[in-house]
């Protein structure tokens, strides 16, 4: 599904991805892991295709389409998604209308007629019970006020609504509680699906005793240093990314 | 194109039109103003940013040459507003387009077919609270004074249905200009909602409307106004609506500005005797080569009154915005509650915007607050919605209009909603399309 080989990328001068290589097959979960600074949020901005993100080399093909050669919109409307580690307040923008016009234009992309207005309301507000989010976020402004728990909520309610083909969680899991934790965990579990792949990227272990990852990446310097099935996460947990940068460094 | 004299011209025609015998002082009164007032340019304050060069290029000082018009009722028209209506096109009242419906305790007419005891006391309270020491349109407006809409509501009286008063003009031959009145007066304890809309023909204008509003509002009364400025693009507008509020009343005003070639609106609110209320919005939409001039004075000569005042514009292409919003607390104006706010948003690089929020304060226990905002769209949310699958082109006007929508939202009359939510959509596209979902109400959902 995803293909990511030998990626490059710098923000403004410094060089922060120093050839990434992935490969993502449908239906699979991987985790990324890694010490602050290694480039984990910049591999979620580059793959959704942000301006501030230069890449300077390597491929990424995405169902086997160049994903690199793709604006932000059709990256989205392809199936990938983001789930923002910062989601952004846009007052005057409600909710609904936000949700109505990315589901409009996606669905649009694949040839699918819209969803007309009562039933999207009603789609929506399902939604938002799933995910525990009360109804009345729906008619706010976009993020507008949000806790940074129903920030999160709110991307995993998009998330559900879109129903993309590759989920990338940048972060997740910070700020949140165990509670809303749970919460955010159940609504990416319910859409695990064998079409469906996910990039969960967290610094923390803890979110994965929810989102069972089938693989395990430590991305350290702009690069994926150690791969393993889901036990490396608990090793990591234990041991802290000293001895995996330090192994790197060696070129071990 | 020669370069006429505006004021030469305007001194001239004001002599010979054809007015009432009733306003006859206060023309004399007008022009006497008017001509001590020079034509403004770049060095007169008040006029600083906005350019009346156009005023130069045609003469404007001469009567429309007519105000007929076919199936203008479209322009107007607002779906679910049940409403008294006057339509005056090209200054003209136009009897077979309005409709008023008599209400025991107000008189709803126009200043031509008033009774002479109506006349007689229009004649006493016109040109009372107009100001002209700023704006020579208004003192020319009291020059040429000759008809317009007098409303006069009694104690405790609520007016049922909205007063909806239109504007419309229409391509002349020769350039012209067309004057109009518009006086209120609501008694102790009254309620009326006063809406004037402006419109015009979709083609090339050449009439310059000069409209002046007057409100008293009195102890305890309440005027719910909205002004909707939405002609086309090359439409030359001087507008002033002067209020004065009385003890405890309040004044709720709504204002909707499409830009024009000149559009120029004051706004003058006076809390003259205590505990009055003042909530002012606006929002200025200039694009193309559009001007539009916003001048707010709020005079806070009493004790115990508060004044909410948010304006925000969005300006693209080329176009202009002045916003110029004083609050003055007089040494009387005790415990005044004052905020004034004025947000702005650029969508070009050729796009200008001049903006001095004022506020001069006299009294000592008072508490006022004032602002200005100059932005750009803001990217981080563009790169949000477009991750989404939404287009940029779409996403711009989403944000666009998100600025500008809580401000829509607050807007208490939903029939007005209704009209003016896709017509300032069009502003930011002609393609609807891409406005689909922002011209659903958010009352809706």
């Not at chain 2, 009567?63 to 679910?80: N, R």
């Not at chain 2, 077919?113 to 229009?122: D, L």
Request: net charge negative.
């Amino acid at each position: 599904m995803l293909s990511i080989k030998n990626l490059q990328a710098k923000v403004e001068e410094t060089d922060i991805l120093k050839g990434l290589s992935l490969e993502i097959k449908p239906g699979e979960v991987h985790a990324i892991m890694g010490p602050n600074g290694a480039g984990k949020s910049t591999l979620g901005n580059v793959l959704s295709g942000r301006a501030d993100y230069e890449v300077t080399g390597g491929t990424v093909s995405f169902d086997g389409k160049n994903l690199l050669d793709m604006d932000t919109e059709e990256r989205a409307r392809e199936g990938l998604f983001l789930a923002f580690q910062y989601p952004v307040e846009i007052p005057g923008v409600s909710n609904l209308e936000f949700l109505k016009a990315s589901v409009d234009s996606i669905r649009a992309h694949r040839g699918e007629d819209p969803i007309d207005s009562v039933t999207f309301l009603k789609l929506a507000r399902e939604k938002c019970k799933a995910i525990d989010l009360d109804q009345s976020f729906l008619k706010r402004g976009v993020n507008e006020g949000f806790s940074g728990g129903e920030k999160k909520r709110n991307e995993i309610m998009q998330m559900m609504m879109l129903q993309p083909k590759l989920c990338i969680l940048d972060e997740t899991d910070s700020g949140l509680d165990i509670d809303a934790l749970q919460v955010v965990a159940e609504g990416v579990n319910s859409l695990r699906d064998p079409n469906r792949s996910f990039i969960v990227v967290t610094h923390y272990q803890r979110l994965l005793d929810y989102i069972v990852p089938d693989f395990v990446h430590v991305l350290a310097d702009g690069k994926i240093v150690k791969s393993g099935g889901k036990e490396l996460a608990l090793e990591l947990e234990e041991k802290g990314y000293g001895w995996i940068e330090e192994s790197a460094a060696k070129g071990v | 194109m020669a370069v006429v004299d505006f004021n030469q011209q305007a001194v001239a025609f004001a002599a010979q039109a054809d007015k009432q015998t009733f306003l006859k002082s206060l023309n004399q009164t007008g022009l006497d103003q008017f001509k001590a007032l020079p034509f403004p340019t770049r060095k007169t304050e008040d006029w600083k940013y906005t350019s009346l060069v156009a005023l130069t290029k045609h003469n404007y000082n001469q009567a429309v040459q007519t105000s007929d018009v076919e199936g203008c009722e479209s322009l107007y028209d607002i779906i679910d507003l049940n409403a008294n209506r006057l339509v005056f096109v090209n200054g003209v009242y136009k009897q077979a387009l309005s409709n008023i419906e008599t209400q025991q305790g107000v008189t709803l007419v126009t200043f031509a077919n008033a009774s002479p005891a109506q006349q007689a006391e229009i004649s006493t309270k016109v040109g009372q609270i107009a100001e002209t020491d700023r704006n020579l349109f208004t003192a020319l407006n009291n020059a040429q004074a000759s008809d317009g809409v007098y409303l006069n509501v009694a104690k405790d009286v609520q007016v049922l249905k909205p007063i909806h008063v239109v504007h419309v003009t229409t391509a002349q031959t020769n350039a012209a200009s067309a004057f109009s009145r518009c006086l209120v007066e609501l008694g102790v304890h009254a309620n009326a909602t006063l809406i004037e809309q402006f419109v015009s023909t979709d083609e090339e204008q050449n009439v310059l409307l000069n409209q002046t509003t007057e409100a008293v509002v009195g102890d305890g009364a309440k005027l719910n106004h909205y002004r909707l400025n939405s002609e086309h693009e090359s439409s030359l507008h001087f507008g002033g609506v002067y209020v004065e509020l009385k003890r405890d009343s309040q004044f709720e005003s709504y204002q909707v500005l499409l830009g024009g070639k000149v559009k120029r609106l004051d706004v003058l609110v006076n809390h003259s005797v205590g505990g009055s209320h003042c909530e002012m919005k606006g929002v200025y939409l200039p694009k193309n080569k559009q001007q539009v001039d916003i001048h707010s004075y709020i005079e806070h000569k009493a004790p115990n009154c508060t004044t909410n005042e948010v304006y925000r514009g969005i300006m693209a292409d080329q176009s202009k915005a002045v916003f110029n919003g004083r609050i003055h607390i007089h040494p009387d104006a005790q415990k005044t509650l004052a905020e004034l706010s004025n947000k702005n948003l650029l969508l070009s690089d050729k796009a200008q915007i001049n903006t001095k929020p004022e506020l001069e304060i006299y009294a000592d226990d008072v508490r006022c607050a004032h602002g200005a905002t100059v932005a750009q769209l803001n990217e981080t949310a563009k790169f949000y919605l477009r991750s989404r699958g939404i287009s940029a082109q779409e996403a711009d006007i989403m944000l666009s209009f998100g600025f500008i929508n809580e401000l829509l939202d607050s807007i208490p009359l939903d029939a007005l909603r209704t009209k003016m939510r896709p017509l300032m959509a069009e502003q930011f596209t002609s393609d609807r399309e891409l406005t689909k979902h922002i011209i659903i109400d958010g009352e809706d959902a």
